[in-house]
């Protein structure tokens, strides 16, 4: 282990906390022998696994349930006193959101779909617009909600007729749905798989808009199978039933509606099944056998199929062409590049649209059938592009999403043929200002002399001395934290706060390696990634010592804690959402929904003793130390499969237990929600600002946001 540097002693006063005595949970010896090697979870009582459904705090064990209880009204005493200022964050955050219109492409047969949100509303809207004016309402969030404790839909989508919408909605917070779908002609909605359906990319119309395609979710709460049901109604039918617990599944169809694609990927191997449109109740074709260590998605363009994979070593992707029939390879089309990460690819008739990325920013690249390619790049410091998805193969342009941390998103036409620009739609919030926030890239030399780099966001009448400092960061599963604009974030600054975006290993940020150096038995260097750009930041004169504040969610949640026992005192307080802590536990267990799948990415200690001592050696549940802690807050949702709330309940019992200096670990637990809060803008602001005002009570002294 590699120490890191002394820190100079912080300079804030300690915030001052109600004298209300935490919960002490019972430490019950719990044996552990595994691999030669033994271990005592004193905690682990507190993990439960109902037979059936979901949990609920009625059904939990009576000790567990007094034990929860005991943590919610110790959570809520202590953020009891910063109810008016979460109360002024929230009023803030709904004085400035906008009223929401956004601009869909555009369908062949002429419909402009789009959905809104209204001035003061929390649900969006979803119409479309015909060629005449008429704009019929599709569906109504508010009104789908209703009656409900938790309500998030996804995946809205048209069918490739513009008969029928669909939708897949999930009412209880467990990430299992059900599909709706809606008869434009006739009005009438009908659920079409009444619940276990996976939504995430979880469903698709086939290119006759007959069937639906759609993945079931096993006990486990793992995607396993393919089913195909009538649009009107009828029995599934099974498609495909996946046996290797790692894998996850997708169904799309590809661009020009040749086929569905049926995409079993883990984290190191892919297989994709192709169903033909002219035969959609035939078996799927295997395009290429799955082969650990090589991964592709497949799509298709100018009569082939591209296969966009990292084999013979690609890391950041190469693009291949194969017959449509045979799939025969008939050359590559972008050669592989290391450190130019192919990070999507968009067909049109006209052109084909890469999204890359290149120094951690992204770019397109319109490529042309002969070639010829054009290059769209963008100024600012950060941004990031979205493209958006199920785009009309024969459209002449290219809609896109392009946002900075001080701009909100702008819907962007680019003309295939000249890359001309035209902007078509922007997310405006009433009285704000960009020109009021500076946006910077910055990089910190890591202990090894990685440069990490970072995004920060201050307001440009910030006077340039040290303010207090949220650093958030993810750096796991190769997922990047992209430079996104953030109402939540632009009012923390606007109390003070300077806000910054750790890109630490573990993401692509850099490209491929990038995630490889932040693995596995790399996974520390996240960590020290982290601590590394708070340490940058300090030194550089931006954040005040003493009054940094850390916060990650789920894998996020797994980084700023492990940076938190690394480092205690370099943090004025650590915010992590559903945290991903009690590691070695959670993937010692076979059972759990995403063991098997993210076994690559973490190591397995049921079969590895290398991967068991790595893990034992960075997880936050067995790492706390014995001197002072930062105060820690901790969110949970009791339906959380994938995050349960007993790993952050058992990281701050132990704190509690071991740790110094009386600062206060709390538990703030949703018993009707899930991994993510319910999908309303109303659920969303009423979190975010007790973790603002959570931040602002640990460093003391920032300026409150200005009246709504």
């Not at 486990?220 to 790692?246: I, K, N």
């Not at 990490?452 to 958030?472: G, Q, Y």
């Not at 802690?629 to 309940?649: F, H, N, Q, S």
Request: proline fraction near 8%.
């Amino acid at each position: 282990m590699v120490a890191m540097p002394a820190l100079p002693e912080p300079s804030a006063p300690r915030p001052v906390w109600p004298g209300i005595a935490a919960p002490e949970a019972p430490r019950l010896d719990h044996e552990i022998v595994q691999l030669g090697r033994q271990r005592n979870d004193p905690y682990a009582w507190m993990k439960f696994i109902p037979e059936s459904g979901s949990r609920t705090m009625e059904g939990l064990p009576p000790r567990l349930r007094a034990h929860l209880q005991a943590e919610m009204a110790y959570a809520e005493a202590m953020l009891r006193p910063l109810a008016p200022l979460a109360a002024d964050f929230n009023a803030r955050m709904h004085a400035l959101a906008p009223e929401i219109d956004i601009p869909l492409p555009v369908s062949s047969r002429g419909w402009r779909y789009s959905f809104r949100i209204p001035a003061g509303g929390a649900h969006r809207i979803f119409t479309r617009t015909s060629a005449t004016g008429e704009e019929p309402l599709l569906f109504d969030e508010a009104a789908r909600a209703e009656g409900h404790a938790y309500y998030r839909a996804i995946e809205h989508q048209h069918s490739p007729d513009d008969r029928y919408f669909a939708w897949a909605e999930d009412l209880v917070g467990n990430d299992r749905h059900r599909i709706c779908r809606l008869d434009m002609r006739t009005g009438e909605i009908r659920v079409l798989v009444e619940g276990d359906a996976f939504g995430y990319r979880g469903f698709t119309f086939s290119p006759s808009s007959r069937h639906l395609f759609w993945i079931w979710r096993d006990a486990h709460s793992r995607p396993t199978r393919v089913y195909r049901t009538p649009v009107e109604g009828g029995e599934a039918a099974l498609v495909y039933e996946e046996q290797d617990p790692a894998i996850f599944l997708h169904v799309a169809r590809t661009a020009a509606d040749s086929f569905v694609a049926l995409t079993m990927a883990g984290p190191d191997m892919a297989e994709v099944r192709l169903i033909a449109a002219d035969a959609e109740e035939a078996e799927p074709m295997v395009v290429r056998p799955r082969r650990r260590g090589v991964t592709y998605e497949v799509n298709e363009w100018a009569g082939m199929l591209l296969l966009l994979t990292d084999e013979d070593a690609a890391i950041d992707r190469k693009l291949l062409a194969l017959g449509m029939s045979g799939f025969e390879a008939l050359g590559e089309l972008v050669p592989h590049r290391e450190g130019v990460q192919i990070v999507a690819i968009l067909p049109f008739a006209e052109a084909l649209v890469r999204l890359e990325r290149v120094d951690g920013l992204h770019r397109l690249v319109l490529m042309q059938a002969d070639g010829a390619e054009k290059l769209i790049g963008f100024d600012d410091p950060a941004y990031a592009i979205q493209l958006l998805p199920a785009q009309e193969y024969g459209a002449g342009q290219v809609r896109i999403v392009h946002q900075t941390p001080a701009n909100p998103p702008r819907w962007i036409d680019i003309e295939l043929a000249t890359g001309a620009r035209r902007t078509v739609g922007q997310e405006r919030l009433r009285g704000f200002d960009p020109e009021n926030y500076v946006v910077e890239r910055l990089e910190a030399r890591a202990l090894d002399g990685a440069m990490v780099p970072i995004t920060l966001l201050s307001r440009r009448d910030m006077e340039n001395a040290p303010a207090p400092l949220l650093l958030t960061g993810y750096g796991a599963y190769g997922f990047s934290s992209e430079p996104l604009f953030s109402l939540p974030a632009t009012v923390l600054v606007d109390a003070g706060f300077r806000y910054a975006i750790a890109h630490v290993r573990g993401g692509s940020e850099k490209g491929r390696r990038w995630f490889l150096e932040g693995r596995r038995m790399r996974k520390r260097n996240s960590m020290t990634d982290f601590i590394a750009c708070a340490r940058h930041l300090q030194e550089a004169g931006l954040a005040a010592p003493g009054k940094i504040v850390a916060h990650g969610g789920s894998a996020g949640g797994l980084l700023v804690c492990g940076a938190m026992n690394i480092e205690p005192s370099m943090w004025a307080g650590v915010i992590a959402q559903v945290p991903f802590v009690d590691m070695l536990n959670t993937m010692s267990d076979a059972e759990h929904p995403l063991v098997p799948l993210f076994r690559p990415d973490w190591g397995d200690p049921l079969s590895d003793p290398q991967a068991y001592d790595y893990i034992a050696s960075i997880s936050p549940y067995e790492n706390v130390g014995p001197g002072a802690y930062p105060p820690l807050l901790c969110t949970a949702g009791l339906k959380d499969d994938r995050v349960p709330y007993w790993e952050p309940g058992k990281l701050i019992a132990n704190i509690r237990h071991r740790a110094a200096g009386g600062s206060p670990a709390l538990l703030w637990l949703h018993p009707d929600s899930g991994h993510q809060s319910s999908g309303d803008l109303d659920s969303r602001f009423a979190e975010v600002s007790t973790l603002w005002a959570f931040a602002r009570h640990c460093v003391g002294g920032a300026t409150p946001p200005p009246a709504p």
